[in-house]
């Protein structure tokens, strides 16, 4: 049987990107790639990211955490479900902390200070972007070194060209069009996530610029497929909108599910995401959902 096996779960959601939450601190216990996909196939703790709550491994640190998608890979960010744990770490009474001072979670991509704004608002320091080539990572050098305008495009809609590759500590491709809307991005985000540019896959956006402070945005999640929003997607797009002259540094960014405040701080280059966080229910895992997973 799995150790996993009754373990609690809180299911929760930001911005419609569904997030299920598993505290693993305290315990040596590691999440499986098949144990990811069991627990994203029960429809109580489904999930288009799990994200699971170890020990602190850098000082100073509440917690570290791994983040699994849909389909078992993992991810080094995911904006939605850090707002998600931070709310918990505040407000669910199991994992709640006692001291209320600033919280710091960790990832494999780097620290990421956490501010609670209101009741359900957190703002999340996303660190700063990889720009380069090889941070995203791209397989090629580009004729563009900086990464802004990259060589690939879609071989029938020719419109498709030229997108944005930001890292945020996870690989986002963001095809800038008149309107988001309009296209097939299922269709899109199948056939570039798995790209041969993208040696790590990629996650798959259509931005489409309303003002200089207002960008519309669709993403295609590696390894997730749509979701309803995207927050290191919205992290990478305002960036890479900025660094092209079609915003400013902060913009809101609207997506599916709702709408995230993004600015990229021109004191140290860090991105900051402020959004919101929703508790949907809690759970424990059955035994039955892991028969079978090893
Ligand atoms: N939904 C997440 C991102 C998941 C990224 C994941 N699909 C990957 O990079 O593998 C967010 O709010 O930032």
Request: net charge negative; hydrophobic share 40%; with cysteine.
């Amino acid at each position: 049987m799995s150790a996993l096996a009754n373990r609690r779960f809180l299911k929760m959601n930001g911005l419609g990107n569904e997030i299920t939450v598993l505290d693993l601190r305290g315990t040596p216990l590691r999440v499986s790639a098949v144990e990811a996909r069991a627990i994203a196939a029960d429809p109580c703790s489904h999930f288009d990211q799990l994200m699971v709550l170890h020990d602190p491994v850098t000082p100073g640190t509440d917690a570290s955490m791994r983040i699994y998608n849909t389909d078992g890979s993992e991810s080094g960010a995911c904006g939605n479900g850090t707002r998600c744990v931070a709310w918990a770490m505040v407000a669910d009474p199991v994992m709640r902390r006692p001291s209320a001072k600033g919280l710091v979670l960790e990832t494999k991509a780097g620290l990421l200070p956490v501010e609670r704004v209101s009741e359900t608002v957190f703002t999340v320091d996303m660190g700063s972007p990889g720009l380069a080539w090889t941070d995203i990572p791209l397989r090629d050098p580009q004729s563009d070194t900086r990464a802004i305008d990259i060589d690939t495009r879609m071989a029938d809609a020719p419109e498709l060209t030229k997108p944005s590759a930001v890292s945020m500590g996870n690989p986002h491709i963001i095809f800038w069009v008149k309107d988001a809307t309009a296209y097939d991005l299922p269709r899109i985000g199948r056939v570039f996530e798995h790209d041969a540019m993208f040696p790590e896959k990629a996650n798959i956006s259509l931005a489409q610029i309303i003002s200089p402070d207002h960008i519309l945005l669709r993403v295609w999640e590696r390894g997730a497929g749509l979701t309803r929003a995207c927050g290191s997607a919205a992290c990478a797009t305002l960036v890479a909108a900025s660094r092209k002259g079609l915003t400013g540094r902060k913009a809101t960014l609207s997506l599916p599910g709702g709408d995230l405040l993004i600015e990229w701080r021109e004191s140290d280059g860090h991105v900051l995401m402020t959004g919101p966080t929703e508790f949907e229910h809690e759970g424990v895992f059955s035994p039955a959902l892991f028969a079978g997973a090893a």
